[in-house]
């Protein structure tokens, strides 16, 4: 049964690359890279069961952790132009964060 | 004991695997951004539950090993609904357009919902 979920991870896995690819936004590109980072997580976990070495878990725990990081970061660097903003308010007077845009061209 | 412990591991890693290639096929054909990041973020906390419960009906009760995969599943289940949400929230602010689907669903129920002004007949 492990070896069936992991070919339901690669199968899953391959949609996903499918939606990084056809992606119209960088969000959706965003999206579909996150949820690879999960189902990477779980393929190193399965694999490490299937092989009988469980040892693999330290790996998927800091796959785990670099996926969040990196999709947070990502998320930082489109909404506010750059990695770290100290505090609130910015030294140029504009705000932090853009307002909503009605429509927007967040292609790309 | 045993047995009993690899079926319910077996039974709880059939479902995830179900759950993961529904999610994969949702994410892939949902109509529009806002309908794929639901079906990802129940995507990716059912996933690890379901798989990561089921691999701890695996290991043979060794501690080392189900304290990993405790901490993996707190963290993804931690993560995954707070990385939702500051992608839905990123992609809002971003100003990508939501409402899509019900401006599709509207131009179609008023008929040839894709066809220009311009194909209209002179005469």
């Known amino acids: 049964m492990i070896t069936v979920t992991l070919v339901a991870v690669l199968v899953c896995m391959a949609l996903l690359v499918a939606r990084a690819i056809s992606g119209t936004s960088v969000f959706e590109r965003v999206l579909a890279i996150n949820s690879f980072g999960t189902k990477t997580v779980l393929l190193i976990a399965l694999h490490g069961f299937l092989t009988g070495r469980p040892d693999f878990l330290d790996l998927a725990l800091v796959y785990a952790l670099m996926n969040f990081v990196g999709t947070i970061a990502v998320l930082r660097f489109t909404s506010y132009g750059q990695l770290v903003a100290f505090g609130s308010r910015r030294t140029d007077g504009t705000e932090p964060m853009p307002p909503a845009r009605p429509t927007g061209d967040a292609t790309g | ?123």
């Open chain 2, 1 to 123: 004991m045993t047995e009993l412990l690899e079926l319910v591991g077996g039974v709880l890693l059939g479902a995830g695997a179900v759950v993961v290639v529904f999610g994969g096929v949702l994410i892939l054909r949902m109509p529009t951004f806002y309908s794929r990041v639901h079906a990802a973020s129940v995507n990716e906390t059912l996933a690890p539950l379901l798989i990561l419960l089921g691999l701890a009906c695996f290991a043979d009760g060794r501690f080392d090993v189900l304290v990993r995969l405790g901490l993996i599943l707190m963290f993804l289940l931690l993560t995954s609904p707070m990385s939702s949400h500051a992608l839905a929230k990123a992609a809002y602010r971003g100003g990508l357009p939501t409402g899509q689907y019900r401006e599709q669903q509207r131009r179609e129920r008023e008929g040839r919902g894709h066809s220009e002004p311009s194909e209209e007949p002179d005469a």
